[in-house]
């Protein structure tokens, strides 16, 4: 019988047991409820605009990072193998299937640049998260964005039928950002088998972390079987650690080889103890998902109370319709303290607002009500 990985064990016992768990490991000064969280200095505004998670980095994490300060006078190559022998662990992988970068957003520049270079075509949903193709760009890359569908979904159908033989890459956001909706499973995995016999498909799982749908695969098994596909994977959400700029992608060894050879930053000592501590800390990433559950009911509970229409999310956010021009309605926001996420085009009649600690939640709720009434 193979060993139970992190991942595998968190899923299987279920979020209702990790929470038992938690309560027992945790102090009793550090309660779910009474978990500290320190707002951004000089910043009163609840800031629900990044899809930030408020309450990491985890004590544990903190301790580690302090415990090895001595060690930031030296370059970081040194220091990486026990980082990568974690992920490769918990993703159930070899090492060099690994590739660590500055947060997933160098993940996706590297390979947009590497796929997309002179005239490489770039298929993508529209909207989502597009810093892989407006970097592509910069480098000759010709981008062709299929609209969602009106549910918001994935046009799956429509990107595939856009395959040519100059698509070099598909990119695919699941969950997407900013709509945070989830393609079906099997959807997805037929898309993916399929349209890496002819390219290479990246799948941005960002967000993976928050799906709600009990045992939804990642695409790294499509990686395990020798598909031409990547996935990105970030410690800047669940895990809280978005200013340490920490993630990784997953990719047979070739291409994660080509892939290495066209990073721009090195990841730095400080973020690879964090990460490598982040991955051992399983209380405070179930912690991090009850939370987040917590804020997006009461965010569904303000909407639901006005009336507003929005879509069930997997992610750390929710995407609504607020009735009012986007410019404005983030201005009438800000001035009751609560800042929301950027027009995403060309859905602009749509809004992004993240989820936040329960006074944030509070803050939002009774600025739409200000706004509304």
Not at 42 to 51: D, H, I, K, Q, V
Not at 244 to 256: D, E, F, H, K, Q
């Given at each position: 019988?193979?060993?139970?990985?992190?991942?595998?064990?968190?899923?299987?016992?279920?979020?209702?047991?990790?929470?038992?768990?938690?309560?027992?490991?945790?102090?009793?000064?550090?309660?779910?409820?009474?978990?500290?969280?320190?707002?951004?200095?000089?910043?009163?505004?609840?800031?629900?605009?990044?899809?930030?998670?408020?309450?990491?980095?985890?004590?544990?994490?903190?301790?580690?990072?302090?415990?090895?300060?001595?060690?930031?006078?030296?370059?970081?190559?040194?220091?990486?193998?026990?980082?990568?022998?974690?992920?490769?662990?918990?993703?159930?992988?070899?090492?060099?299937?690994?590739?660590?970068?500055?947060?997933?957003?160098?993940?996706?520049?590297?390979?947009?640049?590497?796929?997309?270079?002179?005239?490489?075509?770039?298929?993508?949903?529209?909207?989502?998260?597009?810093?892989?193709?407006?970097?592509?760009?910069?480098?000759?890359?010709?981008?062709?964005?299929?609209?969602?569908?009106?549910?918001?979904?994935?046009?799956?159908?429509?990107?595939?039928?856009?395959?040519?033989?100059?698509?070099?890459?598909?990119?695919?956001?699941?969950?997407?950002?900013?709509?945070?909706?989830?393609?079906?499973?099997?959807?997805?995995?037929?898309?993916?088998?399929?349209?890496?016999?002819?390219?290479?498909?990246?799948?941005?799982?960002?967000?993976?972390?928050?799906?709600?749908?009990?045992?939804?695969?990642?695409?790294?098994?499509?990686?395990?079987?020798?598909?031409?596909?990547?996935?990105?994977?970030?410690?800047?959400?669940?895990?809280?650690?978005?200013?340490?700029?920490?993630?990784?992608?997953?990719?047979?060894?070739?291409?994660?080889?080509?892939?290495?050879?066209?990073?721009?930053?090195?990841?730095?000592?400080?973020?690879?103890?964090?990460?490598?501590?982040?991955?051992?800390?399983?209380?405070?990433?179930?912690f991090s998902l009850l939370k987040n559950k917590e804020a997006k009911d009461h965010i569904y509970a303000t909407l639901d109370s006005l009336g507003l229409v929005y879509m069930p999310s997997h992610t750390n956010f929710v995407f609504f319709k607020p009735k009012k021009e986007l410019g404005a309605f983030n201005k009438e926001l800000e001035k009751w303290g609560v800042q929301a996420g950027r027009p995403f085009p060309p859905l602009i009649e749509w809004s992004r607002i993240?989820?936040?600690?329960?006074?944030?939640?509070?803050?939002?709720?009774?600025?739409?009500?200000?706004?509304?009434?």
């Amino acid at each position: 019988m193979q060993p139970v990985s992190r991942r595998d064990w968190l899923r299987l016992s279920g979020l209702a047991l990790a929470s038992l768990s938690l309560q027992q490991k945790l102090p009793a000064t550090e309660s779910l409820a009474e978990q500290p969280f320190m707002p951004m200095p000089g910043n009163p505004m609840a800031r629900l605009s990044s899809n930030e998670n408020p309450y990491g980095p985890s004590e544990r994490v903190k301790k580690a990072i302090i415990d090895k300060m001595d060690v930031v006078c030296r370059y970081p190559f040194s220091y990486q193998d026990e980082l990568l022998q974690a992920i490769a662990d918990w993703e159930g992988v070899s090492k060099d299937h690994i590739v660590l970068t500055a947060g997933s957003t160098e993940g996706l520049k590297i390979a947009g640049l590497t796929l997309g270079w002179k005239g490489g075509e770039i298929i993508a949903p529209d909207p989502t998260f597009n810093s892989l193709m407006v970097y592509a760009e910069q480098f000759g890359a010709k981008i062709h964005k299929i609209p969602v569908k009106p549910s918001l979904d994935h046009d799956l159908v429509g990107m595939a039928a856009k395959i040519n033989e100059n698509t070099k890459l598909i990119f695919v956001c699941n969950p997407n950002n900013p709509t945070g909706t989830l393609i079906p499973e099997n959807d997805l995995r037929s898309f993916c088998k399929q349209a890496a016999e002819k390219t290479t498909v990246f799948v941005d799982e960002a967000y993976f972390d928050f799906i709600t749908t009990p045992d939804y695969p990642s695409m790294v098994e499509l990686v395990k079987q020798g598909l031409n596909v990547i996935v990105s994977r970030t410690f800047s959400k669940v895990y809280g650690l978005a200013g340490l700029r920490m993630g990784y992608l997953v990719a047979n060894p070739i291409m994660a080889s080509k892939l290495i050879a066209n990073r721009v930053a090195f990841v730095g000592t400080v973020g690879m103890v964090a990460a490598k501590e982040a991955l051992a800390d399983k209380a405070f990433y179930a912690f991090s998902l009850l939370k987040n559950k917590e804020a997006k009911d009461h965010i569904y509970a303000t909407l639901d109370s006005l009336g507003l229409v929005y879509m069930p999310s997997h992610t750390n956010f929710v995407f609504f319709k607020p009735k009012k021009e986007l410019g404005a309605f983030n201005k009438e926001l800000e001035k009751w303290g609560v800042q929301a996420g950027r027009p995403f085009p060309p859905l602009i009649e749509w809004s992004r607002i993240s989820t936040g600690t329960m006074e944030e939640m509070q803050q939002f709720r009774i600025a739409m009500q200000k706004i509304y009434s």
